[in-house]
């Protein structure tokens, strides 16, 4: 799990052959083979490290799901460890598994704020709540309005200097993980059928014809 609070910002020093290797510091600190570590909010498996980079295995699954298809040597990515018991949550709740990824329709800046506008699937805007949580390459935003079509997330300077947002533009894509907990909520609420194996056999036919 995640928070959505990037750590730093590191960058892609090879990709191909299923594996990323991702040049960064402060990530590596404490790492261990087999941590856990969200790229652009896509939670990965370090497989090899070494004093100034970290090597991770990329699941087809993981290409058709997000946008780490379109990464190339010196791409910036946002980099964050697993949460630990001893972390502040400042974000929210993070699970590095991608639902999809967006469009960013327009930039606007607004006074010390940009408004990022983002198409995005149906599938995905039904889960996009106003005022709600969202991370977008693995950065937890806040939800400024929703439509038919795209979201609007507001940045702050911070989150822009200290993430890949600065190279973002008209037209890039971009992660996109739903809020966890509007989603279990969701699947909780559905109807469930009965399964066959537990209908009952006793029918009123078979209570006439066996003397009832």
């Not at 020093?13 to 652009?40: E, F, M, P, R």
Request: proline share 2%.
């Amino acid at each position: 799990m995640f928070t959505g609070i990037i750590e730093e910002v590191g960058s892609v020093h090879g990709i191909g052959g299923g594996s990323l290797t991702i040049k960064a510091s402060k990530v590596l600190q404490d790492v261990q083979l087999g941590d856990s570590i969200a790229v652009n909010g896509v939670c990965l498996t370090v497989t090899r490290f070494d004093r100034g980079s970290f090597d991770a295995d990329v699941m087809p699954e993981t290409i058709r799901r997000t946008s780490l298809a379109e990464l190339k040597k010196g791409s910036p990515v946002n980099l964050e460890r697993a949460l630990t018991l001893q972390s502040r949550l400042g974000g929210h709740i993070v699970s590095g598994h991608i639902d999809g990824v967006g469009y960013i329709v327009s930039l606007k800046e607004e006074q010390n704020a940009v408004l990022m506008r983002i198409s995005a699937e149906k599938d995905i805007l039904r889960h996009i709540v106003e005022k709600g949580s969202v991370a977008l390459d693995g950065i937890s935003l806040t939800v400024a309005e929703v439509t038919d079509s795209d979201f609007t997330v507001s940045l702050i300077p911070h989150t822009r200097q200290v993430t890949n947002l600065s190279s973002k533009k008209a037209g890039s894509t971009i992660n996109i993980e739903n809020d966890v907990i509007g989603k279990y909520v969701e699947k909780l609420m559905q109807p469930q059928e009965t399964p066959k194996e537990n209908v009952s056999r006793i029918t009123m036919d078979f209570l006439k014809n066996n003397g009832f």
